[in-house]
């Protein structure tokens, strides 16, 4: 029996944990899968939102696209404008509108036009007077000035009559008579017919002249200086008089932003200086008509088919310039269009498109204002799908435990009937076959005596009482799983129970070698108790009392009313238990039995459906115990109410 029961629970354990393996298979695998679907599903929507959002937005890019492109078309007309238009004067015009920081023009065979950095200059007749003036200028100025006067009142030619009123001039300032050169230099070398007289280097002599007169005002004549310096500024910044060299344009503006900083001299001479700059650093021949850098750091330049007109910019005002002409009023307030130049990378950009062809290398990209709202969109989404995701996967797991605490109870359930079937075969097996064995005995002897057939017949009635309370227990035990087991709890007196129990061992128990007392008084209280399943738990103590003493048994059975509970107590001088057997015994068809010992006629249910029935009373059982001092297995149960 020990065989049979062991091999039926390693099996229902093995069967159990291969249940909970697959079970644990079964949740985790479709879980791990979902929890991968829900992720990829998450990131599938943000590239579809981003997607939609690149849609959206592609229409402002192309649009964005094809004004950058007409913006260089543009430059077209005014590149051939040079032909029929002055260069200084386009070049002031373009500057002045902020089509480009400088301009350079060219004529059909590729010279410069504009800036140009000098002028052919008639020279004069230098006589006696001019050679002995020169001469003077060092050691007697007050002397030159006056053989430069008399040079210049003597010419009729407004060359020579400039140029000597501009040395009598400086002549006048070495002579230390400041106030004599301001009156001539403002005065008569002002003179209308002065006004386009050049010196030998082809520079205009009246303005240079206005200069020197700035220069030596003094601070007090504030109103002077202001009217000289408007003056001087008006005059180099007429770009419609051809007359003045860029050179000297570039050398007029630069003295008059250090002595009358209030005079606005912006955004000419900036311009004059890059397009000088340009002009003096290695450039290819004919310019590209491309936007490409130019050999100037931070400049790019941009010649229009034709050759005639090189655009020049600095890169913060190109992209000033080229952000206006793309803006489009009907683009989303959350986003903008930036134009990148080759090689940069700027940040948070949703969509980039080539310039054009006008602009190579160069992007158009499309920006959002806030990197943070499309990540905010998208982990919107991303987060429901998780809480679905997650949800679901929890709503398996519990599934999951259900069914595993279903599987359990289904196996446990196998199991015990798989116990059951295999102690109820063997354990009836013992007492039918002493019972047929005595039988056919007496069937067997030929004659036997009166004394020795009584024997074999009270032998044969205790194998059929064993068999009787076998089946009794089996049949409680059966009904008390199956939860069929129904409690008549009714108020009874404590004595009549125990004097059932005892009355129905005690015929057995008189034998010659037991020693059974009982000790129940009469005056014990109620309790609340099915009558007929606590006499079968006090029968199971008993006998099992008997079973397990040696071949003198003593047995006491004793009642008593003790703190709120009446307690019958069932002690025997047997074998007694071990600690560890003691927590062990009331599970079912758990035995005590050592390797080899006979079988007593027991299947291990007894005390398991003590333990029913006490629990069912809300009452307890102990047991106290040690090997070879017997035992004393005590039920506790509650006085009923009155
Ligand atoms: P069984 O049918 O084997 O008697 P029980 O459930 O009644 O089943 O008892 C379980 C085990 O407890 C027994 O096998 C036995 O080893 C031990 N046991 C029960 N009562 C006593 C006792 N009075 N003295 C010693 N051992 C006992």
């Given amino acids: ?115 140009n950095d000098s002028r052919p200059s008639a020279a004069v007749v230098v006589d006696r007077r001019w050679r002995e003036a020169r001469v003077c200028e060092q050691t007697d100025p007050r002397q030159a000035a006056t053989l430069y006067a008399s040079i210049a009142a003597d010419s009729d030619s407004p060359e020579t009559t400039a140029r000597a009123l501009q040395a009598q001039a400086r002549c006048l300032v070495r002579a230390s008579e400041p106030a004599a050169a301001i009156e001539l230099l403002t005065g008569p070398l002002a003179a209308e017919k002065l006004h386009d007289a050049l010196d030998p280097q082809g520079r205009l002599i009246a303005p240079n002249a206005a200069l020197m007169a700035l220069e030596l005002l003094p601070a007090e004549a504030a109103v002077r200086r202001r009217d000289l310096a408007q003056e001087i500024a008006d005059r180099a910044l007429d770009y419609r008089d051809p007359s003045m ?88 307030a ?42 905010a969109a998208t982990s919107a989404r991303s987060t429901f799908y998780l809480w679905i995701g997650g949800l679901t996967v929890v709503f398996v797991v519990l599934l999951a435990c259900l069914t595993w605490k279903l599987l359990q109870r289904q196996l446990a359930l196998t199991r015990l009937r798989n116990d059951l079937v295999a102690n109820v075969t063997h354990e009836l097996k013992t007492p039918l076959a002493s019972m047929r064995l005595f039988v056919e005995t007496i069937l067997a002897a030929p004659a036997l005596d009166e004394k020795t057939v009584r024997e074999y017949l009270t032998l044969i009635a205790q194998e059929n009482l064993r068999l009787s309370r076998l089946i009794d227990n089996f049949l409680t035990f059966s009904r008390i799983e199956r939860k069929k087991y129904v409690y008549d709890l009714r108020p009874v007196e404590a004595s009549e129970i125990a004097e059932c129990a005892a009355a129905a061992v005690r015929e057995r128990f008189n034998a010659p070698e037991c020693t059974f007392t009982t000790d129940i008084p009469a005056d ?62 009331f599970r079912r068809f758990y035995q005590v039995r050592p390797q080899g010992s006979p079988a007593n006629g027991g299947c291990g249910l007894g005390l398991s459906i003590v333990h029913s029935i006490v629990d069912a009373h809300c009452g307890t059982i102990c047991v106290d115990s040690a090997p070879g001092c017997g035992s004393t297995f005590t039920i506790a149960l509650p006085i009923a109410r009155p």
């Avoid at 009358?260 to 590209?288: K, Q």
């Avoid at 099915?530 to 029968?539: E, K, Q, S, Y």
Wanted: aromatic content about 8%; hydrophobic content about 50%.
């Fill in 334 to 375: 959350d986003v903008r269009i930036d134009l990148v130049p080759p090689g940069a990378e700027p940040k948070g950009v949703l969509l980039t498109l080539p310039a054009g062809s006008a602009m190579p290398e160069w992007r158009l990209a499309l920006v959002f204002l806030d990197p943070g709202a499309l990540t």
């Fill in 245 to 332: 060299t860029s050179a000297q344009r570039r050398f007029l503006l630069r003295e008059l932003s250090q002595l009358a900083p209030a005079v606005s001299t912006s955004p000419f001479l900036a311009a004059e200086d890059l397009a000088a700059r340009w002009l003096a650093a290695p450039r290819s021949t004919p310019p590209e008509a491309t936007l490409c850098r130019s050999s100037v750091e931070d400049v790019w330049q941009f010649a229009p088919p034709g050759g005639r007109l090189v655009f020049l910019h600095r890169t913060d005002a190109l992209l000033a310039r080229l952000h206006t002409a793309i803006t489009q009023p009907e683009i989303p």
């Fill in 1 to 115: 029996m020990h065989l049979l029961r062991s091999s039926s629970g390693t099996i229902g354990r093995t069967a159990g944990a291969w249940l909970t393996l697959l079970l644990l298979f079964v949740v985790l695998v479709p879980s791990a899968c979902l929890l991968w679907f829900v992720n990829r599903a998450a990131e599938n929507e943000n590239l579809a939102v981003r997607q939609k959002l690149v849609e959206a937005y592609r229409a402002h890019l192309l649009l964005a696209q094809e004004r950058a492109q007409s913006y260089w078309l543009r430059l077209g007309p005014d590149s051939a404008a040079v032909e029929h238009e002055s260069a200084p004067a386009l070049f002031a015009r373009l500057v002045r509108d902020g089509v480009a920081d400088a301009v350079v023009g060219f004529d059909a065979s590729g010279l410069v036009l504009y800036p």
């Fill in 524 to 585: 014990l209280p109620a309790i609340e108790a099915d009558a007929g399943a606590l006499v079968t738990a006090l029968i199971n103590l008993l006998d099992n009392a008997w079973k397990y003493s040696g071949d003198t048994k003593r047995i006491a059975f004793a009642v008593r009313a003790h703190g709120g509970s009446v307690e019958f107590a069932v002690t025997d001088n047997g074998i007694g238990l071990a600690p560890r057997d003691r927590q062990r015994i």
